[in-house]
T-cell receptor, first 114, second 113 residues
Framework: DGGITQSPKYLFRKEGQNVTLSCEQN?????MYWYRQDPGQGLRLIYY???????QKGDIAEGYSVSREKKESFPLTVTSAQKNPTAFYLC?????????????FGPGTRLLVL | AQSVTQLDSQVPVFEEAPVELRCNYS??????LFWYVQYPNQGLQLLLK??????LVKGINGFEAEFNKSQTSFHLRKPSVHISDTAEYFC???????????FGKGTMLLVSP
């Protein structure tokens, strides 16, 4: 089955630690996205990538970093500079680069701070 | 910049009653409009989208939405809800020529027996 996988489902971060969230898709999609979801806040865009080896900042990129070395993979690193990382993180992908393309979402990773 | 307002954070309804979830957007240019549903602790799933053409859009699970350009609205409706429709619903808007969507803050639909 084609789809998007995110791992782990739950992730715990200690103070001052960097952690990496995995996102893999086998849909052969060009574009990939990372969103952060907080209760009552909706989804906010962290980073997006329209093509391999290229990515752009979203609305809340500070404290996060990404890479896009392979078409199917778009990992997100939450750095120690992100002071309030507790949230639900969603990865998505779309076939094309235009906003009219449907975004398909993974099941999410919940990040908690110890 | 574009924005999306979902006017209700929670909508409680009884099973088999009709429901309308409201969404207004602010953009003066051509827009694309989406409704997504999120079940607890899951990702989002597309319900329906408006790109062009007929202003009444039908989606999955019996939902439909109407694009109203003059009122800049895209309200979601279902004539008879089920318990299984309990979920959070997100409206999203994208502008022609851009690459990213703007999501509303979500409306929690609570269906009780």
């Amino acid at each position: 089955d084609g789809g998007i996988t995110q791992s782990p489902k739950y992730l715990f971060r200690k103070e001052g630690q960097n952690v990496t969230l995995s996102c893999e898709q086998n849909l052969n999609h060009d574009a990939m996205y990372w969103y952060r979801q907080d209760p009552g806040q909706g989804l906010r865009l962290i980073y997006y990538s329209q093509i391999v080896n290229d990515f752009q900042k979203g609305d809340i990129a500070e404290g996060y970093s990404v890479s896009r070395e392979k078409k199917e993979s778009f990992p997100l690193t939450v750095t120690s500079a992100q002071k309030n990382p507790t949230a639900f993180y969603l990865c998505a992908s779309s076939a094309g680069q235009g906003v009219q393309e449907t975004q398909y979402f993974g099941p999410g990773t919940r990040l908690l701070v110890l | 910049a574009q924005s999306v307002t979902q006017l209700d954070s929670q909508v409680p309804v009884f099973e088999e009653a009709p429901v309308e979830l409201r969404c207004n957007y602010s953009s003066s240019v051509s827009v694309y409009l989406f409704w997504y549903v999120q079940y607890p602790n899951q990702g989002l799933q597309l319900l329906l989208k408006y790109l062009s053409g007929s202003t009444l859009v039908k989606g999955i699970n019996g939902f439909e939405a109407e694009f109203n350009k003059s009122q800049t609205s895209f309200h979601l409706r279902k004539p008879s809800v089920h318990i299984s429709d309990t979920a959070e619903y997100f409206c999203a808007v994208g502008r022609s020529g851009y690459s990213t969507l703007t999501f509303g803050k979500g409306t929690m639909l609570l269906v009780s027996p």
